[in-house]
């Protein structure tokens, strides 16, 4: 309930009597211009926030000039990296928090919640890994998933948003935080926001029904460690690390379609090649054929741009020159 003072009584000053009776009020004043003032307070309704059904499937925060609404998405199956990212070791922990809610309400949890953190560099599977992930669980029909494009919108839009769910249908919740700490950010530090901390914490009650958040990263060692290293917040943390050679072996005839040569095969499996992802091997045969080039060329050129690539930053990071060419 909130409050606000309202006029009671209003007199001139020179009207008034020596045997008039003035009642009690909650604050009196006198005006410049010779009135006496009365105001008292009352406490008024606040206005309720308007509900917003969430019906099972997976959504999409977005915001027009009407305000945030969810938009009804899907994913496109990576036929490629599925078979390579595990997504099964994921499932389980999300499957194992919500088959056991009642462990949170022994120890006088309300609203049962749990986090996890999918981190490892880009092209490694970690979106994958959300798409099937987000698949799998909205088959019973009674979950829905909700994802927060974290380039678009701040964390108290989010949160002032979740608070207005109205769940039709909806026994659990899962909520998807995409790129938390940024899409491009070269280990800086990332502040943690106190509407992102509230919001992972609940301590608004932002979130009604038992709901896990998982977040993506390609910068784990650039979010600040109470962002992370807390339980409540990012309880489980899963690594989605670059494919072994023996998956970058499999990669490699899928998209030579079985037609790489032995010599080829044994190449994609040196260390050298071990921060190769997926995206790195498909884009290796496709500049093989638009620059008319050997698979082999092609994929130590594309090393060595990646080694310059590091070399750069590391040079602005100590004060040299930048991917820019300019002292910085």
């Known amino acids: ?4 003072f309202k006029l009671k009584n209003k ?3 020179s009207d ?38 969430v019906k099972p499937g997976i959504w999409s925060i977005q915001k027009t ?29 999300i499957l ?38 987000s698949k799998e669980l909205t088959r019973t029909n009674d979950t829905a998933v909700i994802i927060w494009p974290t380039d678009k919108y701040e964390a108290y839009e989010i949160k002032d948003f979740i608070q207005t769910f109205d769940y039709k249908g909806v026994s659990k919740l899962i909520f998807v935080v ?8 070269d280990q800086v530090r990332m502040k943690s926001d106190s509407s992102l901390l509230s919001l992972l ?37 899963f690594e989605v690390g670059y494919p072994p050679a023996s998956a970058r072996v499999e990669l490699l005839k899928f998209f030579s379609k079985n037609r790489a040569t032995d010599a080829q095969l044994e190449l994609i499996q040196r260390k050298e090649y071990n921060e190769f992802n997926p995206a790195h091997i498909k884009e290796a045969f496709i500049r093989s054929a638009i620059y008319d080039k050997s698979l082999e060329d092609v994929l130590r050129d594309m090393k060595a741009e ?17 991917l820019t060419g300019r002292d910085e």
């Open 306 to 322: 990646i080694d310059l690539y590091k070399k750069a930053f590391t040079k602005s990071k100590t004060g040299g020159f930048g």
């Open 1 to 4: 309930m909130a409050g606000q």
């Open 96 to 133: 194992a928090f919500f088959n056991k809610i009642d462990v949170y309400k022994e120890f006088g949890i309300e609203v049962p919640k749990r986090g996890g953190l999918a981190y490892g560099p880009a092209g490694s599977g970690k979106s994958t890994i959300i798409a099937e992930v």
């Open 65 to 93: 000039m009407a305000g945030m609404h969810l938009q009804e998405t899907s994913y496109v199956s990576d036929k490629i990296l599925k078979e390579f990212v595990n997504t099964k070791a994921v499932v389980e922990r």
């Open 201 to 237: 914490d609940n301590q608004e009650k932002t979130f009604k029904i038992a709901t896990y958040i998982i977040a993506t990263t390609n910068f784990p060692e650039a979010l600040m460690a109470n962002l992370t290293n807390r339980p409540g917040r990012f309880d489980d943390k």
């Open 178 to 185: 995409e790129d938390i700490g940024g899409i491009e950010m």
């Open 16 to 53: 008034l009597k020596d045997t008039d009776v003035i009642p009690e009020s909650d604050f009196a004043t006198v005006t410049p211009d010779g009135y006496f003032v009365q105001l008292e307070y009352k406490q008024v309704e606040e206005s309720k926030k308007p509900k917003y059904d």
């Open 11 to 13: 007199f001139k000053l």
